[in-house]
């Protein structure tokens, strides 16, 4: 089954860190660019940081220096470690997968076509 499932959200004060852990199955993990994206209530979905199959990463201007995305293509896990953690960055998290193969970094949602249910941040001031 192809799916991607993420965990490790959960509530933190300001200032605080999480780590964010996506496991992907059912397809060629490594051949594909991944993503960070979250939302809030009622606010427009948003790319926070992507890793294509070369390590390249980009990051929203917001959580840059504060987010590190990586990927570990021998356990098929994406990663997000949020550190300097902000009430701003409350908002549900999702990852997803690019839909073509071997493709670069891009934080636009439309080039990607597979979701995971996503998991909850908040943060509290």
């Known amino acids: 089954q192809v799916q991607l499932v993420e965990s490790g959200g959960g509530s933190v004060q300001a200032g605080g860190s999480l780590r964010l852990s996506c496991a992907a199955s059912g397809y060629s993990y490594w051949a594909y660019s991944v993503a960070w994206f979250r939302q809030a209530p009622d606010k427009e979905r948003e790319g926070v940081a992507t890793i294509d199959t070369t390590q390249d990463t980009a990051y929203a201007d917001s959580v840059k220096g504060r987010f590190t995305i990586s990927r570990d293509n021998a356990k098929n896990i994406l990663y997000l470690q949020m550190n300097s953690l902000k009430p701003e960055d409350t908002a549900m998290y999702y990852c997803?997968?690019?839909?073509?193969?071997?493709?670069?970094?891009?934080?636009?949602?439309?080039?990607?076509?597979?979701w995971g249910q996503g998991t909850q941040v908040t943060v509290s001031s």
């Open positions: 997803a997968r690019h839909r073509n193969m071997w493709r670069g970094t891009t934080l636009n949602p439309y080039d990607y076509n597979l």
